[in-house]
T-cell receptor
Framework: QKEVEQNSGPLSVPEGAIASLNCTYSDRGSQSFFWYRQYSGKSPELIMSIYSNGDKEDGRFTAQLNKASQYVSLLIRDSQPSDSATYLC???????????FGQGTELSVKP | DAGVIQSPRHEVTEMGQEVTLRCKLISGHNSLFWYRQTMMRGLELLIYFNNNVPIDDSGMPEDRFSAKMPNASFSTLKIQPSEPRDSAVYFCASSPVRDSAGNTIYFGEGSWLTVV
């Protein structure tokens, strides 16, 4: 089992719809979780971090964490063509800072 | 503030040659990460340092790869000898002093390496 797993996609949604991105992780000791966005040819940039069970909202983005199910998700409301990118889930495994990334989910928002 | 600075941005080299990638951390950050990204394997952690000390190098693929952090703000990743399968984007990233909220890492723009 991979340490961090994501559906590779591509996930295609129409403009204005909700995009739902999912991630599972294997280490129950993980405490910090991150979503990064990566445009083609660019470096990953942080969108959101989440550390506690439940939802965390930031503008059109909502991160959801369920530690019991070892599951993290990212919802993007009112999706825009500019949201088209690869979304990377990252999990911090220990206090030393080892951040492991999933393979990424490619999102395409169609006008 | 300047972000993580990597050089070179692009390099094409012949198999067997030595490649050195360089990284300057964000001022005040104390953790440094080297990642490699390919289509097949995604974003892989090669090695990371805390306060100039290598903490985990289990991702370094083989002895041809070595990384150093000679001071608090600078690191190098060396491949000697290089092989075509080393072709990838190599990202350097840094993070600030850890707090209870966990560390967020910030990426450089990457070094695009092609070995022919």
């Amino acid at each position: 089992q991979k340490e961090v797993e994501q559906n590779s996609g591509p996930l295609s949604v129409p403009e204005g719809a909700i995009a739902s991105l999912n991630c599972t992780y294997s280490d129950r000791g993980s405490q910090s979780f991150f979503w990064y966005r990566q445009y083609s040819g660019k470096s990953p940039e942080l969108i959101m971090s989440i550390y506690s069970n439940g939802d965390k909202e930031d503008g059109r983005f909502t991160a959801q964490l369920n530690k019991a199910s070892q599951y993290v998700s990212l919802l993007i409301r009112d999706s825009q063509p500019s949201d088209s990118a690869t979304y990377l889930c990252a999990v911090n495994y220990n206090q030393g800072g080892k951040l492991i990334f999933g393979q990424g989910t490619e999102l395409s928002v169609k006008p | 503030d300047a972000g993580v600075i990597q050089s070179p941005r692009h390099e094409v080299t012949e198999m067997g040659q030595e490649v050195t990638l360089r990284c300057k951390l964000i001022s005040g950050h104390n953790s440094l990460f080297w990642y490699r990204q390919t289509m097949m394997r995604g974003l892989e952690l090669l090695i990371y340092f805390n306060n100039n000390v290598p903490i985990d190098d289990s991702g370094m693929p083989e002895d041809r790869f070595s990384a150093k952090m000679p001071n608090a703000s600078f690191s190098t990743l060396k491949i000697q000898p290089s092989e075509p399968r080393d072709s990838a984007v190599y990202f350097c990233a840094s993070s600030p002093v850890r707090d209870s909220a966990g560390n967020t890492i910030y990426f450089g723009e990457g070094s695009w390496l092609t070995v022919v």
